[in-house]
Antibody, heavy 127, light 109 residues
């Protein structure tokens, strides 16, 4: 079964750091782009950033709202993607989802859409 | 930066009715990279449509997508009780790479 499981959320004070993990199973993790999307309470979806697979350069891109504060990485040997969040602000409070994006070489290629999502982990930034 | 606008904000319908949701881009976009997601309360989003009109694996054929250029539509031909949710359109573009619309809530009339 294809599955993504996020962990690492919690309550953190403004200015502090937190690292989220996204553990993948049921697919060839190293082939996929991994993305992070967040949703503030009662609000819509906001893309945070993604990391491409190594065959596609392993490049990383971020939304302007988190660039310079958040860092995405991946450990293909463990099938885990990470979101390191530094200098957290109250406006970073949200449910954070990881999602996978299939490569063009995949039988099920969805034109860069996010086809599998985790259940989300909640980050609350408050003093 | 391309902005996605969705209308209406809320659509109140009864089971069995047809739902038509709109997503408009601030400039012409590639339909290859326009997707639709469904999100139910307390759940993660689910991919419904990619490439503007292609159903994702396992998505019932009552869901269909259409459109090109700046105007895209998600249609649910006959609403089932489990279809009531919030629907988001999404674009894969240049900068930012991903943009979501604000969502349309389909609720029970």
């Amino acid at each position: 079964e294809v599955q993504l499981v996020e962990s690492g959320g919690g309550l953190v004070q403004p200015g502090r750091s937190l690292r989220l993990s996204c553990a993948a199973s049921g697919f060839t993790f190293g082939d996929y782009t991994m993305s992070w999307v967040r949703q503030a309470p009662g609000k819509g979806l906001e893309w945070v950033g993604f990391i491409r697979s190594k065959p596609y350069g392993g490049t990383i891109e971020y939304a302007a709202s988190v660039k310079g504060r958040f860092t995405i990485s991946r450990d293909d040997s463990k099938s885990i993607a990470y979101l390191q969040m530094n200098s957290l602000k109250t406006e970073d409070t949200a449910v954070y989802y990881c999602s996978s994006i299939a490569p063009p070489t995949n039988y099920y290629y969805y034109y860069n859409a996010m086809d599998v999502w985790g259940q989300g982990t909640t980050v609350t930034v408050s003093s | 930066e391309i902005v996605l606008t969705q209308s209406p904000g809320t659509l109140s319908l009864s089971p069995g009715e047809r739902a038509t949701l709109s997503c408009r881009a601030s400039e012409s976009v590639s339909s290859s990279y326009l997707s639709w997601y469904q999100q139910k309360p307390g759940q993660a989003p689910r991919l419904l449509i990619y490439g503007a009109s292609r159903r994702a694996t396992g998505i019932p054929d009552r869901f269909s997508g259409s459109g090109s250029g700046t105007d895209f539509t998600l249609t649910i031909s006959r609403l089932e009780p489990e279809d009531f949710a919030v629907f988001y359109c999404q674009l894969y573009g240049d900068s930012p790479r991903f943009t979501f619309g604000p969502g349309t809530k389909v609720d029970v009339k």
